[in-house]
């Protein structure tokens, strides 16, 4: 069964997270960059977003942001 669009970019982030492109305390694009660069809709990236949070690659301060979790 092919992945849904969330999936993928889930999967896409979290690549640039492993990879080092995106370090540990990097501030993410907002979500309406993320919607804008990858073509998709807000509720797509909310639930990617929340892969990576669930997972513990992400942490999200309040009305600052959301930002590359240290990884232990």
């Given amino acids: 069964m ?3 669009q969330y999936q993928v ?3 896409t ?3 640039k997270i ?3 492109e995106w370090p540990p305390g990097t501030k993410l694009p907002s979500r309406a960059q993320l919607c ?3 073509g998709v809709s807000d509720t797509v990236v909310g639930k990617a ?3 990576l949070r669930a997972t513990g690659r992400t942490e999200t301060l309040e009305g600052v942001g959301v930002f590359v979790a240290e990884r232990a």
């Fill in 36 to 38: 804008k660069e990858y």
């Fill in 18 to 20: 492993e990879s080092g």
């Fill in 49 to 51: 977003m929340m892969i």
């Fill in 9 to 11: 970019l889930a999967d």
């Fill in 2 to 4: 092919p992945k849904q």
């Fill in 13 to 15: 982030l979290r690549e």
